[in-house]
């Protein structure tokens, strides 16, 4: 019923920057938040960054200060603007969606297929 598509990861070099994009479709009625996760290999999967449909955002301590959270809520979309890259940053990088379907009795949690993110030199 919802679609989750990921956009914008690739190869970098350290200090650079990638802006990542996540575009919900489907039978939507509203989306409470989006937000985003990354896995890196033989580690769990933490939290990025969130927003809500009202703007507020969270974000991971290891994040704060480069990274950057923001949403078009009449697209459904959600962009993460990362700069000054390090390569503790490697990992693939999910997109999350709180949403509710149209006729459906609650919300439920939607992931994107991942985006690769590699910062190396």
């Known amino acids: 019923q919802v679609q989750l598509v990921e956009s914008g990861g690739g190869l970098v070099q350290p200090g650079g920057s990638l802006r990542l994009s996540c575009a919900a479709s489907?039978?939507?009625?509203?989306?409470?938040?989006m937000g985003w996760y990354r896995q890196a290999p033989g580690k769990q999967r933490e939290l990025v960054a969130t927003?809500?449909?009202?703007?507020?955002?969270n974000y991971a301590d290891s994040v704060k200060g480069r990274f950057t959270i923001s949403r078009d809520n009449a697209k459904n979309t959600v962009y993460l603007q990362m700069n000054s890259l390090k390569p503790e940053d490697t990992a693939v990088y999910y997109c999350?969606?709180?949403?509710?379907?149209?006729?459906?009795?609650?919300?439920?949690?939607?992931w994107g297929q991942g985006t690769q993110v590699t910062v190396s030199s």
């Open positions: 489907g039978r939507i009625f509203s989306i409470n938040a």
């Open positions: 927003i809500t449909s009202g703007g507020t955002t």
């Open positions: 999350n969606a709180v949403v509710r379907v149209v006729a459906g009795p609650y919300d439920v949690n939607y």
